[in-house]
Structures are given as C-alpha cells and as structure tokens.
C-alpha cells in the first residue's frame, strides 16, 4: 500500500529547506553587498632564497664547495675579533 | 564518488600536515645556482587588451636575460596583439614575434604552442597564457625543480588578479584557491599525479621534444601532456611559491565557454588515457588511482542530473519491478548534496591557508557554480558521444575573451 505524504508534511519541508538555505547563504550575501575581504591576494615578489649547500659526501666526509668557503669566510671576516 | 568525497578529505589533511611541517622548518632553500637557458611561449590570438600586460611582467622578471627568450605567438590575431608585442620586441632583444596568418593559425593553444616550441632555444620551455601576470622572480622558483633528473616538469600557483570585479570572478578565485593551494598541494605532498595546468609552467625541453609536443587533437592539450609525462617515467612538481596571477572570466557565459572546453577536453583525456595509466609499469599503485580519479573527474556531474530524474521519478510513480534497479542511483543524488561539501571544506582550508577570513563567507555561493557545471559536463559529453559516433572534428577552441579589466588591480 502506498502512503499519501500528509500536505502539511510539504509545507514544513518547503519551509524547513527555505530557511535552512536562506541561513547558509545569510553571511554570502552580507559579503557581496559590503565586501571586507582584501582579496585579490598579494603575491609576494621576491621571497629571499638561500643557496643550497653545495656538499658532496667523500668518504662519509662533507666536502664544502671552494666558493661557498669563500662566502662563509668573508662573513665570518664582519664578526668582531674575540680574542682581541 | 566515494572515492573522489575521501579523496578530497584525504587532500585537505594532507595539505594542512604539509603546512604544519613547513612552518616547522626554519628555512626552505631553493638551488639559486641553477640558471639554465629557457624559453617562455605566450599563444596569443586576439589579446590586444592584455598582451603588453605580461609583456611588461616578463620585462621585470629577475631571471637573467641573457639566459631568457620570450616566444609571443601572434595566433592569427584580427586586432593589434602582433603590433603590441612588436613594440616590446624592438626594444627587448630577448623578446620574438612569431605571426601566424589566417588559415594557418587560429586552430587552437596546442597548435600556437607547437609553432613556438620549433623556434624555442632554451633548455626549460615555460607557457604563460597571455591574460596572466607573473611576480618577477617565478622562474629562479620554478627552474629550481629541475635539478632533480626525475622532474620533467613543473606547475606553478595561479591567483585570480580580478577577484573584486563580481560574483564570478569571487567564485573563480575560490575555486582557484581549492585547486592550487590544496589540491595541487596535495598531490605534490603525497606523490600523485600532480597536474599541469597549461600555464605557469614548464617542461625539460628535451622530453617534450620525444613527446612530440602538445596534441593538437585533444581540447585539454595540459592533461594530456600531464599524462603523458607520467607515463614516460616523469614527474611533475608543484611550488605554491611560485605565483601567477591571471584574469578570471567575468560571466557566466564566458564560464560556460571555459569549462566546457576543460570538460570536454578532460574527457577525452580519459578516453585517451585511462587504460594507459593502468597498464602503466612507470605508475605506482596511488599514482594510477589518483589518475584515473582525476580524469574520470569531469563524468562526476553528469550522473548528478540522471539521479535527480530517477529520484523524481521514482517517487512519484509507482514503478515496475525492473526499474527498481534504479533505486542505485539515489546515493548518488544524496552525494550531489551532502559529499559535495567536501570539496567547499577544502576551498574553506585553503582561503585559512591564505589567511583570507572575511572570503569564507561566500563559500556556500560555490553551490551555484557547481549546479551550473551539471549541465555544461552534461553538455560536453553529449556532444563528445555524438561526434564520435558520427566521427566528426569535435576540437572547435571556442576562445575565452578577456577585457584587460585586472589592469587595474596591479599595484607597481
């Protein structure tokens, strides 16, 4: 035997649905009529990149590259001379 | 479509176990060392409005331009696009135009791109779509992948430029974000098929070549490729650094006309693919799961309209007994409205990623652009399935306009 849904049964899920959807799009519409977001997002140019390490592994030693030595070297040149 | 509900949960997890451990590193080092000679190609057909655009990011861009060619393919263009990037050629050596005449040209990306490849000298070839505007240091981030012999090729992050102009664009923007931020993310972290999205990219010039370019006779030339570079024992690599921002369509008719290429086209990647990637012995098991998800993506919607009809049906006839078969399909009606807010909590992650809050606000808006990409992929395999059968030329690139109006959002 089929069951006849009861007309009320209609009403409440035309409502229910209508209100459940009106709640979810409430905040959307609220951004579309007064946007606050700060988009497009800014994209960042530029980001510092630090040079790889160069290394190569020779008998479980770490073999530094020759220019590399020569950047640390000056760098450590700037630091105040601790013995002095 | 269970599979594709986890998948995207699985996506948004592993995205923000990526973050976590990223923020956790103090440095990421880049290889800066690495500056091998590269090509960058810009098909352009009718772009006057936006070709000196990315005509003058390409001028600013940091990578040395002794070791850079720009390549603009002035596609059979009816409107100043050629003269355009004339101008930008007489005074930048490292720029070239190439013209294409009408009749020999017009035919579509893939084949602008091929014509640009011949004459490409470098050792990476980079496509930039003519609408888009790279950050100035994209290529030192992109070309840095390439140390590694297995990368054969690389994606970069593509920003909406015209996110404020309407509702579209703002929906665009929203679902660029879950693309990229998250689902490319994701793909990268977990080694799957990490995709190549036709633009803000770039491939090792030398295995494009053995692949014979891009295919000329399939509308998404980009998953194609993809494919095709997965199936040769390559991978691709993603870097969310390495952005690019483009214009977003800014109707919904101009959406219409892009995402019914993209479905159209992915199908018949899938047709194309599909039994490939699963025979595949250069794939691992997730690799050929992931790919057959992503190509099989775009029949997804089609199966939503079929249930909702069953559905109605079923419930207001009484059926005979045979059709109760049918009965099947109401998990899938049930997925179209409860499983699709996976991919909506997964755009939400990506816009907290990006720290934009006020944006998740109109995240339920995405329900519109899903309704409205039922009836394009619905549409798209229509017409793929006709033309098959009458074994017509279903390849018409119907070209998405662009109006130049993200100019106006590019702060110098």
């Known amino acids: ?84 | 479509m269970t599979a594709y509900l986890i998948r995207h949960y699985v996506f948004t997890l592993a995205v923000l176990n990526h973050t976590s451990r990223r923020k956790k590193a103090a440095v990421t080092t880049k290889n800066e060392a690495y500056q091998p000679p590269v090509s960058i190609l810009i098909p352009a057909h009718n772009e006057e409005r936006v070709i000196g655009r990315i005509l003058q990011g390409m001028t600013k861009l940091t990578y040395p331009k002794n070791k850079m060619q720009v390549i603009v393919i002035d596609d059979a263009s009816t409107d100043n696009t050629g003269e355009t990037a004339e101008g930008y050629a007489k005074s930048h050596n490292y720029i070239k135009v190439i013209h294409r005449k009408q009749g020999e040209g017009g035919k579509g990306k893939a084949s602008a791109l091929n014509i640009g490849l011949k004459q490409a000298q470098g050792e990476i070839i980079f496509c930039f779509d003519a609408d888009y505007y790279p950050q100035s240091d994209i290529i030192e981030k992109l070309v840095a992948e390439f140390t590694d012999p297995k990368v054969g090729a690389v994606q970069g992050r593509v920003t909406v430029l015209n996110e404020p102009q309407n509702l579209v664009t703002r929906l665009v923007a929203l679902e660029r974000i879950g693309g990229y931020r998250v689902d490319q993310q994701a793909r990268d972290s977990l080694g799957l098929i990490t995709q190549f999205g036709g633009t803000v990219g770039g491939f090792r010039r030398s295995l494009l070549e053995s692949l014979d370019g891009w295919d000329e006779s399939i509308l998404a030339e980009d998953t194609d490729l993809t494919f095709r570079v997965y199936l040769a024992g390559y991978k691709i690599r993603y870097v969310n650094d390495a952005e690019c921002y483009e214009e977003a369509v800014e109707n919904w008719r101009d959406y219409w006309k892009q995402r019914y290429r993209w479905a159209k086209g992915h199908m018949q990647c899938a047709f194309k693919h599909s039994l490939k990637v699963l025979k595949s012995s250069n794939l691992r098991f997730r690799e050929k799961l992931d790919g057959l998800l992503l190509l099989n993506v775009y029949f997804m919607p089609v199966l939503v309209p079929l249930s909702w009809i069953v559905g109605v049906l079923l419930f207001f006839s009484h059926p005979p007994q045979w059709f109760s078969i049918f009965w099947a399909l109401i998990p899938f009606s049930l997925y179209s409205f409860v499983g699709n807010f996976a991919p909506f909590f997964e755009v939400g992650v990506g816009v907290y990623l990006d720290g934009r809050t006020r944006a998740y606000w109109l995240i339920p808006l995405l329900i519109f652009a899903f309704l409205y990409n039922v009836p394009i992929c619905t549409k798209a395999l229509a017409d793929l399935l006709i033309s098959k059968i009458l074994g017509k030329n279903c390849n018409h690139w119907d070209k998405t306009v662009h109006t130049g109006n993200g100019n106006s959002y590019i702060i110098n």
Request: charged share 20%; glycine share 2%.
């Open chain 1, 1 to 84: 035997m089929r069951m006849v849904p009861n007309p009320m049964t209609f009403i409440v899920l035309f409502l229910g649905v209508s209100s459940f959807i009106l709640i979810m799009l409430l905040p959307a519409f609220l951004e579309l009529k007064k946007p606050r977001d700060a988009g497009p997002r800014t994209i960042m140019n530029n980001i510092v990149t630090i040079p790889q390490l160069p290394t190569i592994m020779e008998d479980e030693k770490i073999v530094l590259d020759q220019a590399l030595r020569q950047k640390i070297a000056s760098i450590i040149a700037f630091l105040p001379n601790l013995e002095a």
